[in-house]
């Protein structure tokens, strides 16, 4: 007997996002609902014309049906075996799993791989998932089973991470917990460097996996300058800026754990190596305060708008930090800032560093515009999943 899903009906004309294969479908466009809803359940997308357009986990908010299949289907196991084989095809494609010198990479995006509400990066063996939504979780189970059959030996633990990330959580009671196997050794490497990576407690599911290409760059510039790296984290760039023989690097956090994570990295690949220091401090104040000390700057702050009502605020942050910087590089620096928050676009976001850089009055060139690696694949439909932006900009 075929599978009965509540029908979503949407309002006229609100049906063209997702005939586009946007995998979106937002509380506003919805006219009526036909049947029960709970989080978590898969649901029928009907246009107001009863056109099928998805089949989707349903959850209460904003965005509230995530579609995983624009066609219709009953997903069983082999429908999410089959996306998680896919994703991992794709990375091998892109030389994960051969290369000695990397075995940290980010396995499924989400929307880029077409898995809404699924985050799952690997970490030398051990898979850190992150749902963001109550259907993502429910199915823990498949993607455990699916992630052990496609990966096969490679895979010794999966590390469920989503108390954090997941909403609507009453109902579910969710655990930050190991699905399968258990706490391994957590060093990986990544371009050859070492870092110690704490899941369980770090941040995100433990390490910015997306600044990988990005570090490689600072790689490369860093010969004989004077690095600071500012949101410093886990201390990515700051390792890398060593590799890459900077005279001294200066890692900031406002965390004293991120600081003590950056000094046990640093240690790891640099022992005894007195170019480097960690300092918490806030980014605001230590800014103040940086006159002609550095010759190449980093700047990777946390997103400062996670939604879109705070976006002007999280303008003038961007701003802020990057007049500091403008104002007080050296001569023949280099400046390397980003965003990661998704509701600031690209242009608004240059905007930003453009009128820092005009109040400071200095000459700047763009040196490179960078954003998320491969491994973080933006579906071409769902423009929205492009979220990290990087300039590069040499201050004459
Ligand atoms: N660049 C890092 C990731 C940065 S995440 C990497 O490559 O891994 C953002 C970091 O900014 C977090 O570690 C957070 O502790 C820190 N942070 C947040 N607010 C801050 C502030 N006001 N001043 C300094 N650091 C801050």
Known sequence: MAAEYTRIVLKSGKDQSLKRFHPWVFSGAIKKTYGPLNEGDLVEVFSNKDEFLGLGHYQVGSITVRIISFVKTEPDYDFWKSKIQKAWEYRKVLGFGQNEKIN??????????????LIIDFYNGTAVMQMHSVGMYMIRGILVKALREVLGDRLKAVYNKSVKTLPGKAAIEPEDEYLCGEKAEPEVLENGLKFNIDWEAGQKTG???????????????????????????????????????????????????????????????????????????????????????????????????????????????????NTRAFEQIRNGGILFTFSCSQVVSRDRFREAVFSAAAISGRTVRILHQLTQPFDHPVNIYHPEGEYLKGLVLYVE
């Not at 010969?223 to 900031?252: C, P, W």
């Open 104 to 117: 940290v990479f980010r396995l499924v995006h989400a929307e880029g791989d077409g898995l809404p509400g």
């Open 207 to 321: 390490f910015f996996i997306d600044q990988r290409e990005n570090r490689l760059l600072v790689q490369h510039y860093a010969e004989n300058r004077d690095v600071l790296n500012m949101f410093g984290y886990t201390g990515g760039f700051s390792i890398y800026a060593m590799q890459g023989g900077a005279k001294s690097v200066h890692s900031v956090d406002a965390s004293a754990k991120a600081i003590d994570l950056t000094n046990e990295n640093v240690g790891l690949n640099f022992p005894e190596d007195s170019r480097h220091e960690a300092f918490t401090a806030d980014a605001f104040e230590y800014l103040k305060d940086i006159q002609d000390k550095y010759d190449l700057i980093i700047l990777d702050p946390p997103a400062f708008a996670k939604h879109r009502s705070s976006m002007h605020q999280a303008l003038q942050g961007y701003k802020r930090i």
